[in-house]
Nanobody
Framework: VQLQASGGGLVQAGGSLRLSCAAS????????VGWFRQAPGKEREFVAT????????DYGDSVKDRFTISRDVAKNAVYLQMNLLKPEDTAIYYC?????????????????WGQGTQVTVSS
């Protein structure tokens, strides 16, 4: 599956952005779709994940209560609504998929990755 992440940009602290993840050439089906982020010099970090069929979600501790992951079956897309953004949220955000039903926070469980979209939060 080819994934395209979009929606990144520059925003002030306290602001909001919505990221989109679309699959080209195929529809999402029996997969888990996750969002990860990587800041310069840091490990790629789990942000959120959603079961495409179940709708079950899980969030990283640093974004819980600020970010919301959702899916739109008609548009074959997954979204990450990011509110109350902080400078430490600055990173490249990637979406990825994992076959199956089980949610995972571990990046090595995900096999297909998009190229990422830059999010920069200014203080």
């Amino acid at each position: 599956v080819q994934l395209q992440a979009s929606g990144g940009g520059l925003v002030q602290a306290g602001g909001s952005l919505r990221l989109s993840c679309a699959a080209s050439g195929r529809t999402f089906s029996n997969v888990i779709v996750g969002w990860f982020r990587q800041a310069p010099g840091k490990e790629r970090e789990f942000v959120a994940t959603i079961g495409w069929l179940s709708g079950y979600t899980d969030y990283g501790d640093s974004v819980k209560d600020r970010f919301t992951i959702s899916r739109d079956v008609a548009k074959n897309a997954v979204y990450l609504q990011m509110n109350l953004l902080k400078p430490e949220d600055t990173a490249i955000y990637y979406c990825a998929t994992r076959q199956g039903y089980r949610l995972s926070r571990w990046r090595h469980h995900y096999t297909d990755w998009g190229q990422g979209t830059q999010v920069t939060v200014s203080s």
